[in-house]
């Protein structure tokens, strides 16, 4: 009942030594992983078995492992057995079965020849071991200073909002805070996943929008219909409009050594903080940010300088007249470029020579006119620059607008490793009037490239890959100190496990998006490939859920034991063997249906990951 985690792992292997310690390396992990996971099942059984010799029933086997026995020994009457797969266990009780004419209450010592208490004892200890070792790993865990994780897994910040949502239109935009998503507190990224896969109907979302000039913050509280998620729509995972959670962005190295990258004078450690006019908070912003056909226009205006963002449009969709026209090919002309007039880009507006805004220009198509509303110049202002460069002529300023650039700002103070509520804290805590002054000096002579820590770099130029543009810059998210108490943890697991069973017997979570014995494993193996603490969180989240599972009231688990027992308690009367089996087989037949069809499941989505990129 482990979510599957979507984890992308880019290899970049270029000798056979690398391929060789990757290989060692993800061998070692999957045997640490399998390890770990018959200790669970170990334990699970030792439990059985203590509970079982304390209540007086006679064990007649315990296997360490499964497959052919390499050593066996026998003490105080139990047949002890190491196997040649050493991941797991069981333990064998006497009068389990049926033994020759005698019933199962009949066989001396044996299983149900015990009280109903007894029994429920002995069936209870298993997963109640499983979910004390959880939460002593818990333990382990929070003492030894907790995990490393991204900022981005539990912030409430919201990185991106779809500009197409009724959330947007409501004022919800990236920076906002989340505190309620569904029916429930918000947590991190992962409500936005459980939240999509099990609640039917609307969603509330409560937070609060913060104005990131003021630092005032207004609560919101709505409800709205999910949709389809713009980019997960194949997985049937909806939204209502948060489309990423807010991160940190550290430059690293440019992945595709783009020239731009290099010449804009960013440095590794940077914090990308604003591009293009927006402040920035997640990748998947900055990506939109970055596809948008727009110019970053310095303007003066009754004296004063500002700046605005304007779409570029090609010539061929404005309604030009004649004379406009042949202002733009004396343009083209005197700038040197090559091919027909109307394949150029130019904002909507008819200029003078010298850049001045005479007129705005109407669409040729009406419904172009509804897409394009970033009508941001009035007549008599005189455009400065573009991108930051000085564009003092018409001709020059139609030369500039052929090239996609991107401006950032970026902090160049100091980090280092903090908790996620520092990390919270200090998201904001940088010079708001730094990044104001640089800001208002973009296109001017003479201002200043740097104010504190924050410094304005020289302009970027997207590159065109797959199919889409991209700026070329290796970013990644900050590391912060995840480390809630043990209680904290052990509240969060068992609210993902009553989600789960709720969902399911609901119906609204499909059992397609379970988790069974090889995705388990594969998370696992994933777990240990990040580090041991990691694999220690997932080995206790395993046992937590596999003793709540084994909990469940369905014979052949133990939970199934316990309801036997509480009925043959209260009818005061054993069952007989022709009835246990009547009860038990049945469910028997479903459990192996049911590990069938999540074993397939999880190899589909296995062979999906690795060939179907």
Same mark, same amino acid.
């Given at each position: 009942?482990v979510?599957q ?21 993800t ?7 399998? #390890? &770990?996971? &018959?200790l669970?099942?170990?334990l699970?059984?030792?439990? !059985?078995?203590?509970?079982a010799?304390r209540?007086g029933?006679?064990?007649?086997a315990f296997?360490?492992?499964?497959? $052919?026995?390499i050593y066996?020994? =026998?003490?105080?009457?139990? $047949?002890?057995m190491?196997c040649?797969l ?8 006497a ?6 004419? *005698?019933?199962?209450?009949e066989?001396?010592d044996?299983?149900?020849?015990? *009280? ?26 929070w003492? =030894?200073?907790?995990?490393? $994780?991204?900022?981005?897994?539990f ?10 949502s009724n ?12 505190e ?6 918000? !947590? ?5 996943l459980?939240?999509? @896969?099990l609640?039917k109907?609307d969603i509330?979302?409560?937070?609060? *929008? ?15 219909t999910?949709?389809? !998620? ?6 049937k ?7 990423a ?18 010449a ?18 997640s ?6 940010l970055?596809?948008?056909? =727009?110019?970053?226009?310095?303007v003066?205006?009754?004296?004063a ?10 010539l061929e969709d404005l309604?030009l007249t ?5 202002e ?6 005197e700038?040197?470029?090559k091919?027909?007039?109307?394949d @150029? ?8 020579? =010298? ?8 669409f ?6 509804? *897409?394009?509303e970033?009508f941001?110049?009035?007549e008599?202002?005189?455009?400065v620059?573009i991108d ?12 500039? +607008?052929?090239?996609?650039r991107?401006?950032?700002i ?5 980090h280092k ?8 804290v ?9 990044l104001?002054?640089?800001?208002a000096?973009?296109?001017r002579? &003479? ?6 820590d924050?410094?304005r ?15 070329? #810059? ?26 789960t ?8 979570? !499909? ?7 090889v995705g388990i494993?594969?998370?696992m193996?994933q ?10 969180f997932?080995?206790?989240l395993?046992?937590f ?7 469940l009231p ?5 939970g199934?034991?316990?309801? +036997?027992?509480?009925l043959?308690a209260i009818?005061?009367k054993?069952?007989?063997a022709?009835t ?9 037949g ?23 990129r």
């Amino acid at each position: 009942m482990v979510w599957q985690e979507k984890l992308h792992v880019l290899f970049d292997i270029d000798t056979s030594f690398v391929v060789y310690m990757v290989s060692v390396e993800t061998l070692f992990a999957m045997f640490c992983a399998l #390890l &770990g996971l &018959g200790l669970l099942v170990f334990l699970h059984e030792l439990g !059985h078995y203590w509970v079982a010799r304390r209540e007086g029933m006679r064990v007649e086997a315990f296997s360490i492992g499964f497959g $052919k026995p390499i050593y066996t020994w =026998t003490r105080d009457g139990v $047949k002890w057995m190491i196997c040649m797969l050493p991941f797991g266990g069981y333990v064998r009780i006497a009068g389990m079965q049926k033994e020759g004419e *005698k019933e199962p209450h009949e066989i001396p010592d044996g299983f149900y020849a015990k *009280k109903p208490m007894q029994r429920i004892r002995v069936a209870l200890a298993g997963p109640l071991v499983n979910i004390l070792f959880a939460l002593f790993l818990f333990c382990i865990l929070w003492g =030894t200073g907790g995990r490393e $994780k991204s900022f981005a897994e539990f912030t409430h910040r919201i990185g991106w909002v779809d500009p197409s949502s009724n959330l947007y239109q409501m004022g919800v935009r990236s920076g906002d805070l989340i505190e309620r998503y569904g029916d429930s507190s918000f !947590h991190g990224a992962k409500d936005l996943l459980i939240t999509s @896969l099990l609640q039917k109907g609307d969603i509330r979302i409560e937070g609060e *929008k913060i104005d990131p000039e003021t630092g005032k913050n207004t609560p919101f509280d709505y409800k709205l219909t999910p949709y389809p !998620h713009p980019q997960l729509a194949q997985a049937k995972l909806r939204t209502v409009g948060v489309l990423a959670p807010a991160s940190y962005l550290y430059f690293t190295s440019s992945p595709d050594s783009f020239p731009t990258v290099a010449a804009s004078g960013i440095e590794p450690g940077d914090r990308l903080l604003w591009a293009d006019g927006e402040r920035i908070y997640s990748l998947q912003q900055l990506s939109s940010l970055v596809n948008r056909s =727009t110019a970053l226009l310095t303007v003066e205006r009754d004296g004063a300088f500002i700046q605005t963002k304007v779409d570029r449009i090609r010539l061929e969709d404005l309604r030009l007249t004649s004379y406009e026209r042949a202002e733009v090919e004396d343009w083209q002309y005197e700038a040197g470029i090559k091919g027909r007039w109307q394949d @150029l880009y130019f904002i909507p507006y008819s200029l003078s020579p =010298t850049g001045v805004v005479e007129r705005r220009v109407d669409f040729l198509e009406p419904q172009s006119e509804k *897409k394009k509303e970033n009508f941001a110049l009035q007549e008599g202002d005189r455009i400065v620059a573009i991108d930051g460069i000085a564009a003092p002529t018409a001709y020059q300023l139609l030369e500039m +607008l052929q090239t996609r650039r991107v401006l950032t700002i970026v902090d160049r103070s100091p980090h280092k490793v903090l908790s996620l509520k520092e990390s919270e804290v200090q998201f904001d805590q940088f010079s708001h009037v730094a990044l104001q002054q640089l800001v208002a000096g973009i296109g001017r002579p &003479g201002a200043p490239l740097a104010e504190g820590d924050l410094y304005r770099l020289r302009p970027i130029t997207p590159q065109w890959k797959g199919d889409r543009f991209v700026l070329g #810059l290796g970013l990644q998210d900050r590391t912060v100190l995840y480390n809630p108490n043990p209680l904290e943890l052990f509240q969060g697991a068992a609210r993902e496990t009553w989600q789960t069973l709720s969902a399911l017997t609901a119906g609204t979570l !499909h059992p397609k998006y379970m988790t069974g014995p090889v995705g388990i494993v594969q998370v696992m193996q994933q777990s240990w490939m990040v580090g041991a603490k990691e694999a220690l969180f997932w080995l206790a989240l395993i046992s937590f859920n596999l003793g709540i599972v084994n909990l469940l009231p369905i014979p052949v688990l133990d939970g199934g034991h316990i309801l +036997l027992s509480l009925l043959e308690a209260i009818r005061r009367k054993p069952f007989r063997a022709q009835t246990l089996e009547r009860l038990v087989m049945p469910f028997v037949g479903l459990l192996i249906l049911f590990f069938l069809y999540v074993t397939y499941q999880d190899i589909t989505r296995l062979f999906s990951a690795l060939f179907g990129r």
